[in-house]
């Protein structure tokens, strides 16, 4: 049985440009979170979605950065014009319904030069 | 706002000790508490977990503690290994909304077991 994927696993990215990150949940689980990992700091929420809808977005910082878990495909957090801040490690995890459960995925290390 | 207090911060134990980590939170809305291993280069691995009817659960050499009305709870490790050294982080869930469980971590716990 797969676990959660994400790709890729590293990424590095000048300033300006755009990173995309992808995750792919645990087949059969339609819940899907992402959270990220600052240097020497806790995981910090920041988006729930579902097939082809975001529940929460309240972790999202307000510019730049989006989410999206389409009907077929994996789920993409989408971070427009890096800055150096942005450099962090982004989990995604996913759930099946009606379960506390999170399965996490390896990462994927953003480094912004 | 932190939610979700987590100390200590680094933790070094002799092989065969037993490790204490202790987490308190303020939201009296969360109802699920589980606890994640994390080596370096690596997502988070769920330990495990415990809801606020149970007063301690046991899985192994891993024990929770939960005090409801203190709203804190611990994670013991028992005969600690070297293989245990990784962070902890301790984590709640509640307050879902749209059925959604989205997890409030700790700020983690460097655990190094020492031979």
């Known amino acids: 049985n797969a676990g959660v994927m994400q790709n890729p696993r590293h990424l590095v990215r000048r300033r300006g440009q755009e990173a995309r990150l992808r995750c792919s949940p645990v087949k059969g689980h339609s819940h899907v979170y992402w959270y990220r990992q600052l240097p020497e700091e806790g995981l910090k929420f920041m988006v729930y979605?579902?097939?082809?809808?975001?529940?929460?977005e309240s972790g999202m910082p307000k510019e730049r950065f989006s989410a999206e878990f389409p009907k077929e495909g994996p789920s993409i957090l989408r971070i427009q014009q890096v800055v150096r801040g942005d450099s962090a490690a982004y989990f995604c995890?996913?759930?099946?319904?009606?379960?506390?459960?999170?399965?996490f995925g390896p990462g994927t290390r953003l480094t912004v030069l | 706002q932190q939610q979700v207090k987590q100390s200590p911060q680094s933790l070094i134990v002799q092989k065969g000790g037993i490790s204490i980590i202790n987490c308190a939170y303020e939201?009296?809305?969360?109802?699920?508490f589980p606890w994640y291993q994390q080596f370096p280069g690596k997502g988070p691995a769920l330990l495990i977990a415990i809801r606020p009817d149970v007063s301690e659960k046991k899985e192994g050499r891993f024990t929770i503690s939960f005090n409801k009305s203190a709203k804190q709870f611990s994670l013991h490790i028992m005969d600690s290994q070297p293989g245990d050294s990784a962070t902890y982080f301790c984590a709640a869930v509640g307050g879902r909304r749209g059925g959604g469980n989205k997890l409030t971590f700790g700020t983690g716990t460097q655990l190094k077991v020492e031979l």
């Open positions: 979605l579902q097939k082809e809808n975001i529940i929460d």
């Open positions: 995890a996913s759930s099946p319904p009606h379960t506390d459960t999170q399965y």
């Open positions: 939201n009296t809305a969360f109802d699920y």
